[in-house]
């Protein structure tokens, strides 16, 4: 089932290029789509489009029918979280807890604040996440990989049915972008729809679902891994020669950069 | 949770040992001063007021008690508890720990605003508001700065204070060049200096609904304040109307800077510290930390103004103390703050 559906959008800055071009889009119920495409071509702004923080400047996205521009933001975050890229929040002076109850503020009044209920649910968030031992240290004392984990762990806060993640990997060691993978394919599993923006092919295959291709031209091509992720795809958008070629002892396809 | 816990049972704890110092310091406030009173005496004045006896006369301390310190203490009070809520609230909203009410230029605009109330020979009323549409346009201005220059970051906003601020001061400058120096200059260099010797129950009542209203408003939005101090893609994106919510506290904070201003004139410095203290001892939490600024700031103010009229003869300006205990602290902040601007 379409939770969020992209129809014919475009985009671009005031005074700037075309950044996206007729791009059509559906997330749905269970599936991960990774979003691929080189530095600056736009994967942060098409994700800002899809949580309603940008208009796009033709065409229409639909969050469960309903018009994206119709939502106010408390009513789009009771659906869609957002995982922003790490360096955006860094240094955040809060506790663990503290940020986690922040993911309580759509489903909250303006002058409510968090009742036991919410510090239980953070609670079970973060044994989810198999880090309950940092719910009273201070995010800016985190490692990179716990303070991923704690920003997925504020978005599951919200209790979303539309998972965002800008770059979720980018900091990160083998170790720790393996567990936020796995994570995100438990989620998956659980019934979330989610879309991530990648550099790297080697992620959209460990996922092993939907890949978007954004080329510097605007348009978005989607389809199945086993399909989208192929030498001559990606060596198109990411204007450099690359191989990809199915390694036996893995059971699965691996990119690789030719120099 | 257990850690959590003891974390919410000692954060209570400071509050309640910062009340019961709210508490000994208004009485240490009606102790002290040129005429020198027992607690015996302040607590015989406070226990059996002079209009319940309406055939006694009102002795000496009555009248110390309750004509000249306790409309001063409860002013005091209340400016610290604006003040400090006011810091507290532009620190949060612009995420940047080295903003105030004045190094913003809100106070110097409010001070612009009643100047020219006091020109306009105007009530305490038109004074306080205004002080609130001259502040109001100094923040929007010095929010508008970075915008326009492209250079959002802490630093510029602060310059960006200070050169607005330098505006303001530039017009005050003007206003007391025009001002009749007989009458009007003389109350320009009051509000100018920041003193609270002026303050009677007359002011306080006109300032009174400002106080409770904003305050209160900024009080019921403290967890909102945390989710506002993120940056504003994550802040949307949790759920909030971060123009509207922004707007409203830039008005309540705003609100608060003008009516103290209105009451006592400019008085540095107390919005930067005691939203730092106070933040320090509740692990940043706005939700914990904005009752806690609110006491801090009026025993901070109460402890200044008791020095300020015990210490010499005269009064001493209350921006001379602030400014003393203020200067070192916010080096300390900018020294801690030097990998960050």
């Known amino acids: 089932m379409a939770i969020l559906e992209v129809s014919n959008v475009q985009f671009n800055y005031p005074k700037g290029p075309q950044c996206l071009d007729q791009v059509n889009l559906a997330l749905n119920t269970g599936e991960i789509t990774t979003i691929l495409g080189p530095n600056g071509v736009g994967k942060s702004t098409f994700l800002q489009l899809l949580c309603g923080l940008l208009q796009p400047t033709g065409g229409e996205i639909t969050l469960n029918g309903c018009a994206m521009d119709s939502l106010s933001p408390a009513k789009r975050a009771q659906t869609i979280a957002l995982v922003p890229q790490m360096n955006q929040i860094a240094g955040l002076p809060y506790t663990v807890l503290d940020y986690l109850l922040m993911g309580k503020t759509a489903s909250m009044g303006l002058f409510h604040k968090p009742q036991s209920a919410d510090y ?50 980018a900091a990160l060691d083998y170790k720790n972008q393996v567990e936020i993978l796995r994570l995100l394919k438990d989620l998956a599993h659980s019934g979330l729809a989610i879309a991530l923006t990648s550099h790297d092919p080697n992620q959209a295959i460990l996922l092993e679902d939907r890949v978007a291709l954004l080329d510097k031209t605007g348009h978005l091509r989607v389809g199945p891994m086993t399909t989208m992720i192929s030498a001559e795809n990606l060596s198109q958008i990411y204007e450099t020669d690359l191989t990809v070629t199915f390694v036996p002892n893995c059971q699965r396809l691996v990119c690789t950069l030719m120099i | 949770m257990k850690e959590y816990i003891a974390h919410q049972k000692h954060h209570r704890l400071i509050f309640i040992a910062a009340l019961i110092g709210l508490v000994v310091m208004i009485a240490i406030a009606l102790c002290l001063g040129r005429y020198v009173l027992s607690l015996s005496t302040v607590w015989r004045a406070l226990t059996h007021p002079f209009w319940l006896n309406s055939h006694q006369a009102i002795t000496t301390p009555e009248m110390i008690v ?120 003389q109350d320009i260099v009051y509000w100018q200096l920041g003193s609270l010797a002026k303050v009677n129950y007359h002011t306080l009542g006109a300032t009174l609904p400002v106080f409770i209203i904003a305050g209160g408003l900024l009080l019921a939005l403290r967890f909102r304040l945390n989710v506002l101090s ?112």
Request: glycine share 10%; with cysteine; hydrophobic share 50%.
């Open chain 1, 120 to 169: 239980q649910a953070a609670e079970k968030v973060l044994q989810r996440l198999n880090c309950s031992q940092l719910l009273e240290r201070s995010c800016a004392s985190l490692s990179g990989g716990q303070l991923q984990l704690v920003t997925v762990g504020k978005a599951l806060m919200q209790k979303p049915k539309l998972l965002l993640l800008d770059e979720p990997t």
């Open chain 2, 66 to 185: 309750w004509q000249l310190r306790m409309p001063r203490i409860l002013g005091a009070c209340l400016i610290g508890f604006g003040l400090s809520l006011s810091g507290g609230a532009y620190q949060s909203i612009f995420q940047n720990p080295l903003v105030s009410p004045d190094l913003l230029g809100v106070t110097t605009g409010a001070s612009v605003g009643a100047a020219l109330a006091i020109l306009w020979q105007g009530n305490i009323v038109t004074i306080e508001i205004m002080a609130f549409i001259v502040g109001l346009v100094t923040v929007l201005l010095t929010i508008l700065v970075p915008t326009l220059i492209r250079s959002v970051n802490n630093l510029t906003l602060v310059l960006a204070g200070i050169v607005v601020g330098g505006f303001m001061q530039a017009i005050l400058g003007l206003l007391k060049y025009l001002a009749d120096p007989d009458s009007q200059l």
């Open chain 2, 230 to 341: 993120l940056r504003p893609a994550e802040a949307i994106a949790t759920g909030v109307n971060l123009k509207r919510e922004r707007l409203l506290v830039i008005l309540c904070a705003t609100l608060l800077t003008a009516a103290s201003v209105a009451i006592a004139g400019t008085i540095g410095w107390v919005g930067l510290i005691m939203p730092h203290i106070a933040k320090l001892l509740t692990q940043q939490n706005n939700q914990k930390a904005l009752p806690l600024m609110a006491v801090l700031g009026a025993v901070f103010l109460l402890l200044i103004d008791t020095l300020a009229r015990s210490i010499s003869a005269g009064e001493v300006p209350l921006g001379i103390l602030t400014g003393l205990i203020g200067t070192p602290f916010f080096i300390g902040i900018l020294f801690k703050q030097r990998g960050r601007l």
